[in-house]
Nanobody, 121 residues
Framework: QVQLVESGGGLVQPGGSLRLSCVAS????????MGWYRQIPGKQRELVAS???????NYGDFVKGRFTVSRDNEKNMVYLQMNSLKPEDTAVYYC???????????????WGQGTQVTVSS
């Protein structure tokens, strides 16, 4: 089995920064793309940022240079550095990984349990 575990969420004031971390563990054969999604209450889950195992990145339009995604492939980790946070960034942030497990013939999407980020004064 494969697990993704996030950490680093919390309460921050507008304009502040947070760094989210996610580690993938278990029966990983190949780890492809990793990234972050978020879900605001009443809205669909949306892409925040992703990075392929080759280093190509993709960001949601709302990021506008405020967030940076990075990976440590040796540790199977992905990070999200969030700066200039706004109240509208308040959401549950989910780690995502496209992973082929040893027991599977094809890769699948795996999700973490989510971490709450609240931006409020």
């Amino acid at each position: 089995q494969v697990q993704l575990v996030e950490s680093g969420g919390g309460l921050v004031q507008p304009g502040g920064s947070l760094r989210l971390s996610c580690v993938a563990s278990g029966t990983i054969f190949t780890l492809y793309g990793m990234g972050w999604y978020r879900q605001i209450p009443g809205k669909q889950r949306e892409l925040v940022a992703s990075m392929t195992n080759g280093g190509h990145t993709n960001y949601g339009d709302f990021v506008k240079g405020r967030f940076t995604v990075s990976r440590d492939n040796e540790k199977n980790m992905v990070y999200l550095q969030m700066n200039s946070l706004k109240p509208e960034d308040t959401a549950v942030y989910y780690c995502n990984g496209l992973i082929r497990a040893w027991e599977d013939a094809t890769p699948h999407d795996y999700w973490g349990q989510g971490t709450q980020v609240t931006v409020s004064s």
